[in-house]
């Protein structure tokens, strides 16, 4: 039986008090470690009906609120097709729900490398026509946890704030079933 506990308190105990700012240091990184991945995990495990592409690009949105160093670019569906993404707007267009393509970019001062990170959004795969037998279509929710992980590594660098430029790149959309749905073969 999983039983509930919080930590109210650590306490740091060291030899010296020349070590305190380091312990400091390092008990602010395991933090902003630890929220991210709770971050990207609290993504990966809400339900397919509402982490959608939308809601997704919302939350990626979210991270670029009130940091100057970060910009965030969204791509609806009419953007993508002026980028002839086709084979992402296939996957997708079985789907009620519009795809998405974000890009989120974080810009220190003076970056002394650049860094993509790259992750799959897709929000739901039922296979499309190809359809999944059922029980392996019972988690395919999870196939936008490449997105939920590259969006917490994101959600950590951005208050971590190294000299390294950032992009973040997903293709977020649903693979569903309707007369409108990609055929294989």
Do not use: W
């Not at 890009?103 to 992750?119: D, E, N, T």
């Not at 190809?130 to 019972?138: E, H, N, R, V, W």
């Not at 917490?152 to 951005?158: E, K, L, P, R």
């Not at 430029?165 to 073969?185: D, F, I, Q, T």
Request: glycine residues 8%.
């Amino acid at each position: 039986k999983k039983q509930e506990s919080t930590v109210s308190t650590i306490e740091l105990v060291s030899c010296g008090s020349n070590i305190l700012p380091d312990l400091q240091e390092g008990v602010k990184i395991g933090s902003i470690y630890a929220n991210s991945q709770n971050f990207a995990r609290t993504l990966v495990t809400e339900p397919a009906e509402q982490a959608t592409p939308t809601k997704i690009a919302k939350v990626a949105k979210s991270l670029a609120e009130n940091n100057s160093n970060i910009t965030c670019t969204i791509y609806n569906k009419a953007e993508i097709e002026k980028l002839k993404m086709t084979a992402f707007l296939a996957v997708g267009k079985g789907s009620n729900e519009e795809p998405r393509f974000i890009h989120l970019k974080y810009s220190p001062k003076s970056p002394r490398k650049k860094v993509a990170l790259i992750g799959k959004g897709i929000t739901f795969d039922s296979g499309g026509l190809d359809l999944k037998p059922p029980a392996s279509m019972l988690n395919m929710k999870d196939d936008m946890s490449g997105c939920a992980i590259v969006l917490g590594v994101f959600n950590a660098i951005t208050k971590l704030e190294p000299d390294v430029e950032l992009h973040v790149l997903s293709a977020l959309c649903e693979n569903m079933p309707s007369g409108k749905s990609y055929k294989p073969g």
